[in-house]
């Protein structure tokens, strides 16, 4: 992860942490007026040659929060991320405070603990996280109040926070030139992407509009912010008014042409959990399954 955080001033102060293996953006939200604190979607190191994990991005993000001496209340993830293993369980242990997901993260464990054949040990209610939010719901950052969307199409439990002037979108808008979130994954769609999308734009024109990965591009660095009325109007998916049938349409084409994220097997089983790893078997050492001719 970078050392080197960008402060986006405001309402809420957003800083955001950049882990150049994985393109994933891990964020410190925090309340000006009484230093308290929101992370969101925290990174654990993989190496996949390997199969070895390492604290050394979470631990950075650590330091930060100690140093600035905030009280970290909520460990926020967007989805069952499958591009990176989460670090919830390990900043939890660290800083404190509640972790949290979108309700329908039982369908998506639903999906996955069958495709991996997770068995009877692996709950799928949701339990493994401190708390369910779905789409109204609120939670109180010191003098801010936290408002849940739900923005499914992505993956079903997709959510996005919105923090007074700061929405936080996860995977289901990228930055205007790269678009919108593919919808091939179990339990995604299309359709139901369209509608997400088109209730987040319906929110403030100056609302900033963070994402959760970013890739670079011709002529411009690595970057993760944009607001509401860029996304409307430059957004390569979404710009002119695109109809449904046609940003459905592109979107499937779009997702038949690509393929897998390099770490989805490791991440999806690790992140269905919780960031807990799969039960230790007798050797007390945890493995990870690949299944052989399903995805």
Not at 72 to 77: D, V
Not at 156 to 168: E, K, L, M, N, T
Request: charge should be negative; proline fraction near 5%; charged fraction near 25%.
């Amino acid at each position: 992860m970078s050392e080197q955080t960008v402060l986006s001033e405001g309402k809420v102060n957003v800083e955001g942490f950049f882990d150049p293996v994985t393109s994933t953006v891990t964020y410190l939200v925090s309340d000006p007026a009484t230093g308290t604190g929101a992370i969101i979607d925290p990174v654990l190191d993989y190496e996949a040659r390997s199969g070895r994990t390492s604290t050394s991005s979470a631990d950075k993000l650590i330091a930060h929060v100690k140093e600035k001496d905030l009280k970290i209340k909520w460990i926020l993830e967007t989805h069952v991320h499958a591009d990176h293993l989460t670090a919830s369980p390990y900043v939890q242990k660290e800083l404190g405070g509640q972790t949290v997901i979108g309700r329908c993260v039982t369908i998506v464990q639903q999906a996955f603990g069958d495709a991996f054949n997770a068995g009877g040990t692996f709950k799928r209610d949701g339990s493994q996280w401190d708390r369910l939010v779905g789409e109204g719901d609120e939670l109180n950052l010191g003098d801010q109040v936290v408002k849940v969307m739900e923005t499914p199409g992505h993956t079903p439990a997709c959510v996005s926070y919105v923090f007074a002037d700061a929405v936080f979108v996860g995977d289901t808008v990228f930055m205007p030139d790269y678009g919108t979130a593919r919808c091939d994954f179990p339990g995604g769609d299309a359709d139901i992407l369209y509608s997400s999308v088109q209730r987040l734009m319906e929110l403030p024109d100056d609302m900033r509009m963070f994402t959760c990965h970013d890739y670079g591009g011709e002529g411009r660095d690595f970057a993760w912010e944009s607001s509401v009325a860029q996304q409307r109007r430059d957004n390569v998916h979404l710009g002119g008014g695109k109809s449904r049938p046609d940003f459905v349409a592109l979107r499937k084409g779009r997702d038949a042409g690509l393929s897998l994220p390099e770490l989805i097997l490791p991440s999806v089983q690790v992140n269905m959990r919780a960031g807990e790893f799969p039960v230790p078997e007798d050797n007390e050492t945890s493995y990870i399954k690949i299944p052989l001719n399903i995805f």
